[in-house]
């Protein structure tokens, strides 16, 4: 056996659970950010579905060997440069992954499904 400083190769692996609120935590501490919506769906589906469950489909989550894109559902407050705010929770999100869970990301995509005054 060779002396040295070899380290076992570690690997950790995060539940959706985890990531969807580490992205969630993250996006709501920018500014303008009021909320989460779900993803596009009908009309019918949209009136068959709770406020939690809408609530859990505002973060999705893709994954492929290059990395994690994530997709997320948000409504803003009325009044602010939507472009500003959307690149605020991409940069957030982003950085909160990397920082707390060392995710691989591709993509932040930012969908605003709503805006409302506050």
């Known amino acids: 056996m060779e002396k040295g400083n070899h380290k076992p190769e570690t690997f950790v692996r995060y539940s959706d659970e985890v990531i969807i609120a580490v992205v969630k935590d993250a996006a709501s501490m920018c500014y303008g950010v009021t909320g989460f919506a779900s993803e596009r769906e009908d009309?019918?589906?949209s009136l068959l579905s709770s406020k939690k469950e809408k609530e859990e489909r505002s973060v999705v989550i893709h994954k492929s060997k290059d990395g994690y894109e994530?997709?997320?559902y948000v409504v803003l407050a009325y009044g602010l440069k939507v472009t500003e705010v959307?690149?605020?929770v991409q940069n957030q999100v982003a950085f909160?992954?990397?920082q707390k869970l060392s995710l691989p990301l591709k993509k932040v995509n930012v969908f605003v499904?709503?805006?409302k005054e506050i």
């Open 86 to 88: 959307i690149s605020s």
């Open 96 to 98: 909160t992954l990397h």
């Open 70 to 72: 994530i997709d997320i």
């Open 43 to 45: 009309a019918l589906s």
């Open 113 to 115: 499904e709503d805006i």
